[in-house]
């Protein structure tokens, strides 16, 4: 007969109804996949103001934990959904997944992967979307602000003062709100992060194509140009994204893939939407590093009666 012991941490190794509900999706879709499945799931749409929703540093030690004890000879299969966030730890993150499982990853986009989640897309060697599928422009920003937009606006006011002396009295304002050093930092994170796509792409998706390093050029430059996509949040469907020259496979052409892994989709939104997680990364296997909102209640002074 199992003890009160034993009960409690049965109870904690399943975790929620919302933990069993998306392990036991994960595991019907490693099923039918035959390989590694891991979630790399953000809650930036349920709780926009949650610091650490972005790609962080803090990401590597939840892959590390998942990625411990699987057969890396299966391959991987990444479900994103993510806004992006940081540069370097985006690099840091790919090369680390590349070390593990090598070209044999496959990126899965149920709704969005934007921004460095679309870069993370690029790296592996294959985009899986729906129709409803997107992903993002990759076009560095600074604070919110568009580095290709801050390098464009600080060559308009050149070009104009340089035509017209008296336009430096409309722009002195504008550019007396640089920090030092503003426009180069700008100039290198773009030089950055198309070096970085490129590269990715021609060692990864495009490796066995001629002329890969020309195809690499254009992606990066229809991904990465500020003045082609207009907006950083714009979203690119999976058949623009072909236009470009990625490697996208239609979730549509296989009906059990694309019912398990909507499954998959579902659960985690709603695990996002209940419970106080914000990130989510697990593998197939229950193995998890869930990162969740810590809840203060602050409780008043109590109502004692008045004599």
Request: some cysteine; aromatic content about 6%.
């Given at each position: 007969?199992?003890?009160?012991?034993?009960?409690?941490?049965?109870?904690?190794?399943?975790?929620?109804?919302?933990?069993?509900?998306?392990?036991?999706?994960?595991?019907?879709?490693?099923?039918?996949?035959?390989?590694?499945?891991?979630?790399?799931?953000?809650?930036?749409?349920?709780?926009?103001?949650?610091?650490?929703?972005?790609?962080?540093?803090?990401?590597?030690?939840?892959?590390?934990?998942?990625?411990?004890?699987?057969?890396?000879?299966?391959g991987l299969d990444l479900i994103l959904h993510t806004?992006?966030?940081?540069?370097?730890?985006?690099?840091?993150?790919?090369?680390?997944?590349?070390?593990?499982?090598?070209?044999?990853?496959?990126?899965?986009?149920?709704?969005?992967?934007?921004?460095?989640?679309?870069?993370?897309?690029?790296?592996?060697?294959?985009?899986?979307?729906?129709?409803?599928?997107?992903?993002?422009?990759?076009?560095?920003?600074?604070?919110?602000?568009?580095?290709?937009?801050?390098?464009?606006?600080?060559?308009?006011?050149?070009?104009?003062?340089?035509?017209?002396?008296?336009?430096?009295?409309?722009?002195?304002?504008?550019?007396?709100?640089?920090?030092?050093?503003?426009?180069?930092?700008?100039?290198?994170?773009?030089?950055?992060?198309?070096?970085?796509?490129?590269?990715?792409?021609?060692?990864?998706?495009?490796?066995?194509?001629?002329?890969?390093?020309?195809?690499?050029?254009?992606?990066?430059?229809?991904?990465?140009?500020?003045?082609?996509?207009?907006?950083?949040?714009?979203?690119?469907?999976?058949?623009?994204?072909?236009?470009?020259?990625?490697?996208?496979?239609?979730?549509?052409?296989?009906?059990?893939?694309?019912?398990?892994?909507?499954?998959?989709?579902?659960?985690?939104?709603?695990?996002?939407?209940?419970?106080?997680?914000?990130?989510?990364?697990?593998?197939?296997?229950?193995?998890?590093?869930?990162?969740?909102?810590?809840?203060?209640?602050?409780?008043?002074?109590?109502?004692?009666?008045?004599?």
């Amino acid at each position: 007969m199992p003890t009160w012991h034993s009960l409690l941490n049965e109870i904690k190794e399943r975790g929620s109804t919302f933990d069993v509900i998306r392990r036991e999706r994960l595991k019907t879709l490693a099923k039918i996949t035959k390989r590694n499945v891991i979630i790399y799931y953000s809650g930036w749409l349920q709780k926009p103001k949650m610091p650490g929703v972005q790609v962080t540093d803090a990401d590597k030690n939840g892959f590390m934990t998942v990625i411990h004890a699987l057969d890396r000879s299966k391959g991987l299969d990444l479900i994103l959904h993510t806004p992006g966030g940081e540069t370097a730890a985006t690099e840091s993150l790919v090369t680390y997944l590349r070390s593990m499982f090598g070209s044999d990853i496959r990126a899965i986009v149920p709704e969005l992967a934007m921004s460095a989640g679309t870069m993370i897309a690029c790296a592996c060697k294959t985009i899986i979307m729906g129709k409803h599928s997107s992903l993002g422009p990759i076009d560095p920003q600074f604070v919110g602000i568009a580095a290709h937009g801050i390098v464009e606006e600080f060559n308009r006011a050149y070009r104009e003062i340089r035509e017209d002396q008296s336009k430096a009295f409309v722009w002195q304002p504008i550019i007396a709100k640089y920090s030092p050093t503003l426009i180069g930092e700008c100039e290198k994170a773009i030089q950055w992060s198309n070096e970085m796509a490129k590269e990715w792409l021609v060692s990864g998706m495009l490796a066995d194509q001629e002329d890969c390093a020309a195809k690499a050029t254009r992606i990066v430059s229809e991904l990465g140009d500020h003045a082609l996509t207009k907006s950083h949040a714009r979203h690119l469907s999976p058949s623009r994204c072909k236009e470009m020259g990625l490697n996208i496979d239609m979730l549509e052409d296989n009906q059990r893939l694309q019912d398990a892994v909507l499954s998959v989709h579902h659960a985690c939104m709603l695990t996002l939407a209940g419970t106080g997680a914000f990130k989510i990364i697990e593998n197939h296997k229950g193995v998890a590093s869930v990162s969740v909102a810590q809840q203060v209640l602050v409780q008043g002074p109590s109502q004692l009666p008045v004599e």
